[in-house]
């Protein structure tokens, strides 16, 4: 893994404008995790995605950092930490020092968004901030040249296999003029091959895949499909 330093810090997340398939782990076998990430990571893919989901701001659980720390001792791709959670700024040094490369919290739950990017900076990570389908983007014009990466939610945070909102995905055209060039800008939510080339012609770069990865015998195949249709 190439690592690069912005700003000072180290950063594994690849610089931005190349197209990057993020594959969430989500849909993945929790049973077995090292091997699931194994079987992408021999596709190429330089990313993958972890959601952290506390049952509060989400309707949903999943893993936390002791599980974030445990695939860090399996893996060298970059660890793209999706917090979920309520309360990001108690969180954000537990899970750098466990092996988080980039941590994304949410606009929604944060009072200081500019002192936990800066914070999560001098812990060495890179940092973002994302957007809900119900979040106007004006949220998020103040602070999102300060990220590394802004994720926009395509289907509502908590469970996997969701429907696509296409609505929300065109916010995406917002979000790249704000950030400009150097900014990578993340679709979460319903992409497969299907929805990977509207989202890559409005602007965005890193794309999540859950169930149109982890849902499909052939990962290698499923990585390669979504990549071309971004083409």
């Not at 699931?36 to 701001?57: K, P, Q, W």
């Not at 500019?114 to 890179?126: A, M, P, Q, V």
């Not at 429907?163 to 950030?179: L, T």
Request: aromatic content about 6%; hydrophobic content about 50%.
């Amino acid at each position: 893994m190439v690592w690069f330093v912005l700003g000072g810090f180290a950063m594994r997340l690849p610089k931005a404008g190349t197209i990057e398939i993020a594959p969430s782990i989500l849909s993945a076998d929790f049973g077995r995790l090292a091997n699931e990430i194994g079987e992408v990571a021999s596709a190429g893919v330089r990313i993958i995605h972890l959601d952290v989901m506390d049952g509060h701001f989400v309707p949903n659980l999943t893993i936390g950092v002791p599980v974030v720390a445990s695939l860090r001792r399996h893996s060298d791709l970059a660890f793209d930490c999706h917090l979920m959670i309520s309360e990001p700024d108690r969180y954000a040094e537990a899970f750098a020092k466990a092996g988080a490369d980039h941590v994304t919290f949410h606009i929604e739950v944060s009072d200081e968004p500019e002192k936990l990017i800066e914070r999560l900076h001098g812990l060495g990570c890179t940092a973002g901030i994302c957007l809900n389908p119900e979040t106007p983007v004006e949220e998020i014009e103040a602070i999102a040249p300060l990220c590394d990466m802004v994720l926009v939610m395509t289907v509502h945070p908590g469970f996997g296999a969701q429907k696509f909102i296409a609505e929300a995905a065109k916010k995406v055209i917002r979000v790249r003029d704000i950030v400009g060039a150097d900014v990578r800008v993340e679709v979460d939510g319903g992409i497969g091959p299907e929805t990977a080339q509207m989202v890559v012609s409005y602007g965005a770069d890193t794309l999540v895949a859950g169930n149109a990865v982890f849902g499909k015998s052939d990962r290698v195949e499923a990585i390669n499909a979504i990549r071309a249709a971004a083409r």
